[in-house]
């Protein structure tokens, strides 16, 4: 157990559909990543949140957002989903926004399937 | 744009033979990363070396960072079918990390 936590588990949606992927990170870390992984892919970065504030940007499309409230937590939000966005999205903290190490715990995942 | 390479890609041996995996990129990394990933799962975080020519032991896996620090690999000694997975390298430079797209390990019992 990483200590990250993530909600839903799964997520059955329809085309077009806005939905909340949400994510507790481990204690004390200030840092939160999001990540997608499609079937058979590696990990595509979107978006990074540093003590609530944005702090770098991947691959993120304009069609999702996300955000860090002041307790820590983050959510990412997609909206106008399509059939391509149907990945496993994954949330990973880390300890010290500035380290060199930049060690990323994850958490389980969110399965989102759009149909 | 800072890329890390993996190799192979899929990777499939038998019980008992060792395997070596690459992760190798142009740019220096102030330290890199080794995680492993099982289906369904999250990444989870194997190792972090962070000087050139640094050599980590865990268990039969052993991890080495080139002297230049661009690039590193990942040896596994006698595999078991416990070690399938898809292992992910990822550097680091200035709080920033990179992922590579993953080696795909199968150990066959």
């Known amino acids: 157990d990483s200590g990250v936590t993530q909600t839903p588990k799964h997520l059955i949606t329809a085309t077009g559909q806005r939905v909340t992927l949400r994510c507790s990170p481990r204690?004390?870390?200030?840092?939160v990543y999001w990540y997608q992984q499609s079937l058979d892919q590696g990990l595509q970065f979107l978006i990074q949140?540093?003590?609530?504030?944005?702090?770098a940007k991947g691959n993120i499309l304009e069609r999702f957002s996300a955000q860090q409230f002041p307790d820590l937590h983050s959510e990412l939000n997609l909206s106008s989903l399509e059939l391509g966005d149907s990945a496993l999205y994954f949330c990973?903290?880390?300890?010290?926004?500035?380290?060199?190490?930049?060690?990323?715990?994850f958490g389980p995942g969110t399965r989102l399937t759009v149909l | 744009t800072q890329l890390l390479e993996q190799s192979p890609q899929f990777l499939s041996i038998q019980e008992g033979e060792n395997l070596t995996v690459y992760c190798n990129s142009s740019s220096v990394f102030s330290s890199l990363q080794w995680y492993r990933q099982e289906p369904g799962e999250g990444p989870v975080l194997l190792v972090t070396?962070?000087?050139?020519?640094e050599v980590k032991k865990l268990k039969r896996l052993t991890f080495q960072f080139g002297d230049a620090r661009k690039d590193s690999s990942l040896h596994i000694t006698a595999a078991q079918p416990g070690d399938t997975g898809l292992y992910l390298c990822a550097g680091v430079n200035a709080g920033k990390s990179t992922f590579g797209d993953g080696t795909t390990l199968t150990v066959k019992p």
């Open positions: 070396v962070v000087t050139g020519g």
């Open positions: 204690s004390g870390d200030l840092s």
């Open positions: 949140y540093y003590n609530g504030e944005e702090r």
């Open positions: 990973a903290s880390s300890g010290v926004g500035t380290s060199s190490y930049n060690e990323q715990f």
